[in-house]
Nanobody
């Protein structure tokens, strides 16, 4: 499975940005999917996750109410809609796929089997 993330860019604080991640190589319809981010000089951090069916979503407290994760299994894609962006949202964002999704471990980087290359988001004041 190859994951290709896109949609990053430079945006002013308070504005919105939409990230997308397309999978190729095989269908990811049975995989849990997640977004992580890495701010400059910091470790990867969990942002959001979604179950294979899309029926359940999970968010880091820092983005809850502002970000929305969704998926389209027919298009093999996962999307992260980011609203009300803050300076602290500046990071490289990565999509990831987990063959054996488990809510107990969904925030752990090691749980995910496939990773996209990352797309950079910069929020300015």
């Amino acid at each position: 499975v190859q994951l290709q993330a896109c949609g990053g860019g430079l945006v002013q604080s308070g504005r919105s940005l939409r990230l997308s991640c397309v999978a190729s190589g095989r269908t990811i319809s049975s995989y849990g999917l997640g977004w992580f981010r890495q701010a400059p000089g910091k470790e990867h951090k969990f942002v959001a996750a979604i179950t294979w069916s899309g029926s359940s979503t999970y968010y880091a407290d820092s983005v809850k109410g502002r970000f929305t994760i969704s998926r389209d299994n027919a298009k093999n894609t996962v999307t992260l809609q980011m609203n009300s962006l803050k300076l602290e949202d500046t990071a490289v964002y990565y999509c990831a796929a987990d063959r054996l999704f488990n809510t107990a471990t969904m925030k752990e980087i090691s749980q995910y089997d496939y990773w996209g290359q990352g797309t950079e988001v910069t929020v300015s004041s």
